[in-house]
């Protein structure tokens, strides 16, 4: 597991900040960029599932909860396989929704809520607090993108 002092952490976390600020000013380019972290680590989990599978098991020793521990050690050791590579294609899926426009990225960016709501707990082995920075900027920009919509049905 990877040192949460490391460059790595303080790089990924500091672009999530970035991507946070950006979606003030920029919300639909925002969430394109959140749809390329998404796209991004998509791709990763299936390189560490091929070369590194033991990388999963390893997020027991960081995970906040219980019942994230238990996860770990019972489901993804016995079906490690089918679970990452079905988050993979959640990733892909939303990071597709996010590329796109109107009730499709507003339905990606409340998937992505949830899925960064969920990892949160892994801590460290989630790059901690990258799921909560990204998931205030998809609030941001869902609250932008709401705001909007209901400016122009005010106007029309």
């Not at 027991?60 to 490690?80: D, G, K, P």
């Not at 932008?144 to 049905?153: D, E, F, G, P």
């Amino acid at each position: 597991m990877t040192n949460i002092f490391s460059p790595a952490f303080f790089v990924i976390n500091g672009i999530c900040l970035l991507i946070f600020i950006f979606a003030f000013r920029r919300p639909g380019q925002a969430a394109k960029a959140i749809g390329t972290v998404f796209f991004l680590t998509a791709f990763i989990n299936i390189v560490v599932l091929i070369a590194w599978p033991e990388t999963y098991l390893d997020l027991e020793a960081v995970a906040v909860y219980e019942w994230y521990v238990r996860t770990i050690h019972e489901s993804f050791r016995v079906h490690m396989q089918v679970i990452v590579i079905s988050i993979s294609l959640a990733q892909i899926l939303i990071g597709l929704g996010l590329f796109g426009s109107g009730s499709l990225r507003m339905a990606a960016l409340f998937c992505a809520l949830i899925f960064f709501w969920a990892i949160a707990p892994f801590g460290a082995g989630a790059v901690f607090p990258a799921p909560v920075i990204l998931s205030a900027a998809c609030l941001v920009i869902l609250f932008k993108i709401n705001r909007k919509r209901s400016a122009l049905t005010s106007h029309g």
